[in-house]
């Protein structure tokens, strides 16, 4: 089974600044994604950012890039020029490539909160 | 992506009493899945909502309890039974996309169980 952890339970940062999130998991999968996923309190689930475990290159999307580091089974996600609509919960997640399925394992998330 | 739907968007309900939640998808979707989100926690995937057969339900969840259908390939229900304070939650639904590391969410039900 895998699982993901999510130390950083709150997290806050001034507007404009960089945040870092972290999340590490623990798979015997060589194949699978990760993915970042954004929770505002309409609770609607965003994703923010995805990354394919074959890839050695991090992932980038506009203001968010991840740090992937394989070896070491982390997966961290940057937020770069923070802006009062990054506040939300993030979650971490994992899905293994097996056949069909397609489930994904969540970290238990870190509540991030720019600061005006 | 897919754009999908849930009713009811919230409810609040009398222990003993059970719920349908429905998911809705504006495309044919081969993989639906249901998660429920308790109060300040992080998603548990409830079971794989499979076209044709029985659900697929993951450890620690049960077809009696979490009934689900499944007749076509854009629409799915839950049903939460017999329910308790304990159920309260938000239930999501959410499909694979057309990539296999494509996965959309539902905007969620939150439900109540006084």
């Known amino acids: 089974a895998q699982t993901v952890t999510q130390s950083q339970p709150e997290m806050s940062v001034q507007e404009a600044e960089t945040v870092t999130l972290s999340c590490t998991y623990d798979t015997s999968e060589n194949n699978y994604y990760l993915f970042w996923y954004k929770q505002p309190p309409s609770r609607q689930m965003i994703l923010v950012i995805r990354q394919e475990a074959y890839k050695q290159q991090n992932a980038t999307e506009n203001r968010f890039s991840v740090n992937f580091q394989k070896a070491a089974k982390s997966f961290s996600l940057k937020i770069s020029d923070s802006q009062l609509g990054d506040t939300a919960m993030y979650f971490c997640?994992?899905?293994?490539?097996?056949?069909?399925?397609?489930?994904?394992?969540f970290g238990s998330g870190t509540q991030l909160t720019v600061l005006p | 992506s897919a754009v999908i739907s849930q009713k009811p968007s919230r409810d609040i309900c009398q222990r003993g009493t059970s719920l349908t939640i429905q998911c809705q998808v504006d495309?044919?979707?081969?993989?639906m899945f249901w998660y429920r989100q308790q109060p300040g926690q992080s998603l548990t995937l409830i079971a794989t909502?499979?076209?044709?057969?029985?659900?697929?339900?993951e450890s620690g969840f049960v077809i009696d309890k979490f009934p689900i259908s499944r007749p076509n390939l854009t629409f799915s229900t839950l049903t939460v039974s017999n329910m308790s304070p304990e159920d309260s939650s938000i239930y999501l639904c959410s499909v694979g996309g057309r990539a296999v590391n494509e996965q959309f969410f539902g905007p969620g039900t939150r439900l109540t169980v006084l």
């Open positions: 909502a499979n076209q044709g057969s029985e659900a697929t339900y």
């Open positions: 997640a994992f899905m293994r490539v097996s056949g069909s399925a397609r489930q994904l394992t």
């Open positions: 495309s044919q979707v081969t993989m």
